[in-house]
């Protein structure tokens, strides 16, 4: 079936009744860039910056991580990359990055709340992001948004590097929607979000108040818990006046039980892992965009993870 799936992998993906749904890859390392593409992948929804940060005595300079952004670039030729700024801190210590000893570090200074304190180093950041050519294919992500704030702030740093840089072009800057509250109020936050990706790693963690890392709670911590696709349904809502488009990186997109629930809230693009692209592809044709609503809408009212993937499979989804 898998290599039924990849025969078609190239192609664009639409629902059965013509949704058109974006798919694109999850990548941590430049050498993934080719597999993702020979995988199927529109481009990348999420590169995870931290390998250029980890595992060193000292943050990599600008031209380091030019060259890298660059060339994660030139190997999907002119598709888009969502590149998201170093998210540090909670589950990813650094030790070049003074974060004080803290008791909660999942509820700590971690994602942009690190960085905004570490302004140097997310301007350089900025910077060999801001560089990648052609202009366009590269966007910002912001990774633990909470606050409207947080992203002003990091618009404001890109806006004064692009002048510095002598880009006259805009980038554009999207949240991840990692944190509940932004979830509630993603509506607030499409004034400042030229997108929307949720990371249901975190917002499964944060919304269920389950340590991801925790072996102990491993079997209840789902992403398709009805209370966090409420939560998912209420980003959908709030992208919807100004058009944003609602993206899903986090685990759920490469869970094929959960795709269809994703799409049935509003989620119009995917980020997997790239192994499942061509699987995840050959999903979307079979589903139609109404029988996904409806399936969304009995999972929101749904009273446990349990009875939600119940759902699924009885739909033979
Ligand atoms: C997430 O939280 O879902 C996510 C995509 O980010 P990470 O797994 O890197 O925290
Ligand atoms: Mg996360």
Redesign the pocket.
Known sequence: QRELNRKRAHEVCYTADGARIEVFA?LGKVEDAAFALSEGAEGCG?L?TEFLYLGRSSAPTEDQQYMQYQAIADALQGRPVIIRTL?AGGDKPLTYFPIAEEENPALGVRGVRATLQQPDLLRTQLRAILRVRPYGVAKVMV?MVTSIDELRAVKAMIEEESKALGRDEPIEVGA?I?VPAAALTARQLSEEAAFFSI?????TQYGLAMDRGNPALAPSIDALHPGVLRLIEQVAAGAAEKERTVAV???AASDVAAVPFLIGLGVTELSATPAVIADVKALIRTLNLADCRALAQAAVTAQTSKDVRRLASETGA
Request: glycine residues 20%; charged residues 25%; proline residues 7%.
């Open positions: 999850n999420l995870r998210d990774p991840m990692e990371g249901t790693n975190d917002l990186c986090g685990g």
